[in-house]
């Protein structure tokens, strides 16, 4: 920026830093004057790509009967295995870092059951798209890929069969039996015999129970054959409830990988470009088949870079029509209708399967599909599923995209777009919301002032219940996602958000709806105040 001549002999600022204070302390005015200044000295060309053709369309997931069951069964069994993990803990005094553990799980096993809820909306999303003459691409931030790769190396070992399986592997599955295997403490923590004094000599040390002598200079003179501390021994019972629970769990019916089984659905990797970091996947050998073998996709990382460059160009050619890419391989691929592309000028159908929490890394990521030569812009599906918190962040993401047409049309009211303070929960606005809340539900059992509690609890299981008894219910329910044990309700918005998604599915949308009133009550309260 210094060939810019902004700043230094000549100019109005020393250096750069007087420049930078001068233009932050004056605001967007002054950043305004400053582009329109460059703009017409020639040192400014703005060719940032505008979304006025593109669509945009949110689609909710609803939440067949099936589903809500199986989510609801999940927290009930999550909340049950807390109380037991609190129970073990306590009885062999260990467990450091378990609970820490515990809530890691916890957010990665109902983050991919949000995503598998998802799958068979996407795959029939595409499947009209390829019908109607588009080009598909789904993107996603997360793979679940080393819960997948953990359980292939466990099951590879004792496999003969060269990693053949009868079904894709549910990786909600591994994550929870992994948990338990891995953290479920069963034996009592090694404990050393605390020394009493047997005697004191009449040099003045002391002669301890476990053989040493403590000499009045302070040094000790350990015996010569030393006590052995006591050697930790599992507890039976706990041996016994720790497979009682890896046997429930593999009962439970959780769905398939949605990232396999979403590929098979959509033709395997002959139709489907995967463009991601996953070193492996499972694949059904053919149509049809119910054998399931596991493939690299590359011995080294260079390898799987090399796979998903030609994957790319498979999907830019036409050779595959549904591309899928990740957060970790979607820094510049581009997979736009490219006038240059004779083959692939398809329109393309971006659908998401997975937004990120942060509104700039989502739009990164649907940027792959919308690139400057382009034949045509492309339609955003936003799938969404029927859960807490989804829904308003989707179109959050929707309004800043649809926001940032009018920068390339030089309207100054397109500055408001790249406001998210409406929307943006991780705020002094959000953080002051949550904390309403858990007071409201711990201790003061009643809504805080210009919340419409009625609203709040509308087409929700506690439509019609009293308030009190809605508190108490969403006292129960806060104890379940560990809420209410942080230190002074000082409770973050994103964890608070995380571990909603381990509530069942009505009370998950009553708090939520809750939170959002209150925050909702907050802003109206700052505008009106002119705070």
Request: aromatic fraction near 6%; charge should be neutral; proline fraction near 5%.
């Amino acid at each position: 920026m210094n060939r810019l001549g902004l700043w230094g002999p000549g100019t109005q600022f020393d250096g750069f830093d007087q420049f930078f204070l001068e233009m932050k302390n004056r605001g967007v005015g002054a950043l305004e004057m400053l582009a329109i200044e460059m703009k017409a000295s020639g040192s400014y060309v703005s060719r940032a790509l505008g979304f006025k053709s593109a669509e945009f369309e949110v689609l909710e997931a609803e939440l067949k009967p099936e589903d809500v069951g199986c989510y609801d069964n999940a927290a009930e069994f999550w909340d049950r295995l807390r109380a037991e993990l609190r129970h073990a803990i306590d009885e062999t005094e260990g467990g450091a870092g378990v609970m820490r553990s515990y809530w890691s799980a916890h957010q990665r096993f109902f983050k991919q059951l949000c995503i598998c809820i998802k799958v068979p909306v996407i795959a029939e999303q595409a499947r009209r798209a390829l019908e109607q003459g588009q080009c598909v691409v789904v993107g996603l931030q997360t793979t679940g890929e080393s819960a997948l790769e953990d359980h292939l190396t466990k099951e590879r070992q004792s496999l003969s069969g060269g990693g053949t399986y009868d079904s894709f592997i549910s990786v909600t599955k591994f994550i929870l039996k992994s948990f338990i295997d891995t953290h479920f403490p069963t034996t009592a923590s090694a404990r050393r015999p605390v020394p009493t004094v047997v005697q004191v000599l009449p040099d003045g040390s002391r002669q301890m129970s476990d053989g040493s002598t403590h000499m009045t200079d302070g040094s000790i003179i350990e015996p010569a054959t030393p006590v052995e501390p006591e050697q930790p021994r599992p507890k039976p019972h706990l041996v016994i409830k720790k497979q009682q629970l890896l046997d429930e769990a593999e009962k439970m019916n959780l769905p398939a990988s949605p990232l396999d089984d979403l590929i098979d659905r959509l033709g395997g990797p002959e139709k489907v470009a995967e463009m991601t970091g996953r070193k492996g996947r499972l694949v059904r050998m053919q149509r049809g088949s119910r054998r399931i073998k596991y493939f690299e996709r590359g011995k080294a990382d260079e390898e799987r870079e090399t796979l998903n460059v030609q994957e790319c160009r498979d999907f830019q050619a036409g050779r595959k029509q549904v591309g899928i890419i990740s957060d970790a391989a979607s820094t510049g691929i581009s997979l736009h209708a490219d006038a240059r592309s004779g083959s692939s000028q398809k329109r393309r159908v971006h659908v998401t399967m997975e937004m990120a929490w942060s509104a700039d890394k989502s739009i990164q990521q649907l940027g792959r599909s919308h690139r400057s030569n382009q034949v045509s812009a492309p339609h955003y599906k936003l799938v969404i599923s029927a859960l807490a918190g989804e829904r308003r962040f989707a179109a959050a993401v929707a309004k800043r995209l649809e926001s940032l047409g009018a920068l390339t049309r030089g309207d100054r009211r397109a500055a408001s777009g790249g406001d998210m303070s409406q929307f943006n929960f991780e705020t002094k606005y959000g953080r002051n919301a949550l904390k309403k809340l858990l007071a409201a539900v711990s201790f003061d059992k009643a809504p805080p002032p210009g919340v419409d509690f009625a609203a709040v609890i509308k087409d929700t299981p506690m439509e019609g219940f009293p308030i009190d008894q809605v508190h108490e219910n969403l006292t129960v329910v806060l104890k379940q996602i560990g809420l209410l044990e942080e230190a002074g309700g000082n409770v973050p918005v994103s964890k608070f958000l995380n571990r909603l998604l381990g509530a069942p599915v009505g009370m998950q949308n009553v708090l939520f709806g809750y939170f959002t009133a209150i925050f909702d009550a907050d802003i109206s309260q700052a505008r009106r105040t002119g705070t």
